[in-house]
């Protein structure tokens, strides 16, 4: 954590719009959006311009009417030396909805760069599920600097979180949940929120449900609001409660989580520690970043491109793509040699060079196509180990109905303008090529699935090694077998 105890004083000094300043008539007030909701390139300009002049009072005013997730966006878009600059020129606007939207590594480099009081006052502002994000990707030394600036209740909730795996509900889930006795009536949970309301306690503020709990503070029923508000007030919850509840335990997998609520159309769901004690809630908005998380990173794995964020640093995007590039390299090494093999063949049929691509790149697009499937059936959970068999019967019958069209179309084309013959063997072997991608398409995902490793993990690479590889050998092995290249 950097040492910038004089930057508090910095925010405050500069966080106040200078009282003299007039928008000039030129200065954009109400176009700062374009029709996809991004802040326009001519906004972005004129604050950067306006921050390189160091008129802070101009910048608030620009910024100012800006929504807490555009103001994120304004961040991300400035250079890292610039980022600095406008907090301090918008310090009264950095509220904790900003940095709850903020990306990551724009985030985890404005909080190093803070000091650990500064940090903690924007924890305790935050849930503390967002709290935790907000810390957890720091270094331990400053991780406790910042947790021994929180008061109890909050140091208490955060090293809960952290104790947590990455990626589980423990680490997501927010702690502030209305949990009430069975017993209670309908008119009672109603007084007793409104009670809570006017104390400032520290029940949930937002929330769907209410959870039901026995003795034990373990979770029993539900109770929708739409149920409360519309029965009597001499009810017991008990009699309206709904029994049946899909609980969601605390390390599962945020992925897991995601799938769970959309099987089971959820709202919120009670989070249960290993003895099954209510120990926080999932909401619906928690599993929308999730989902859109996961898709993301799903998508990034299959290219082999890391984390695929335009704000992680330089070195790290290299190191996590470089690596995949190196072993692409080598299956790239396989296809040719199978080439080298077969010299003396395509020396005497020059056809054979011209031909080549054509089958490598429809065994390579046939293969995606499939990978890209069996990605989404295992995310899903629709792919599992007592379906395997039965969805890769389906995707050999569709790669061989694929591969006779695609062979018929190319086998003909081939026999127009170079020989019957060379038709022949380049429809063959396109449609053993394009039922190998099919083929592979399902097994590589599923031995990455099967070896307990993301299933979208660069299988692309290793898909695109056997498309090649078998296009090659089959093509190049056919011509030579049956003479067309003597």
Known sequence: MADNSHLDDDLMRAGEPAEEYVRPDDRIDDERLDEENT????????????????????VYALVEPLHPADIADLFELCDSDERRDLAIAITDLMSSDVIAELNDYVRETMMEALPAEAVASIAEQLDNDDAVQLIEDLDLADQQAILAELDDDDRVAIESALAYPEETAGRLMSRDVVAVPEYMTVGG??????????????????????????????PVGTCQLSWILRTPRHIALADVMKRDQTLVPVTLDQEEVALMFQKYALISAAVVDESGRLVGQMTVDDVVHIISEEASED????????????????????????????????????????????????????????????????????????????????????????????????????AALNGVTIALL?????????????????????????????????LVPVMFERLKQDPALASSVFVTMITDSMGFFAFLGLAVVSGVAA
């Open 189 to 218: 949970l109603i007084d007793f929120l409104r009670d809570d309301a006017n104390s400032g306690s520290n029940l949930a503020n937002d929330f769907y449900e209410v959870f039901v709990v026995d003795a034990g503070h373990h």
């Open 299 to 398: 998508a990034l794995l299959m290219s082999g491109a890391g984390e695929g964020d335009i704000n992680e640093p330089i070195r790290a995007a290299y190191g996590s793509r470089i690596r995949w590039l190196v072993a692409n390299l080598g299956t790239a090494l396989i296809g040719s040699l199978i080439i080298a093999a077969f010299g003396a063949a395509i020396e005497k049929l020059v056809a054979l060079a011209v031909l080549m691509p054509i089958v490598a790149s429809i065994g390579g697009n046939a293969g995606t196509q499939t990978m890209a499937v069996s990605v989404r059936a295992i995310a899903m959970n629709q792919l599992t180990e007592a379906n395997t068999m039965r969805i890769l019967w389906r995707e050999f019958r569709v």
């Open 410 to 442: 190319v086998g003909a084309a081939t026999a127009l303008v170079f020989s019957p013959m060379l038709g022949g063997v380049i429809a063959l072997a396109m449609l053993i090529n394009v039922i190998t991608a099919g083929l592979a398409g399902v």
């Open 39 to 58: 802040l326009k390139a001519e906004y972005v300009r004129s604050v950067r311009n306006l921050l390189e002049s160091g008129d802070n009072g101009a």
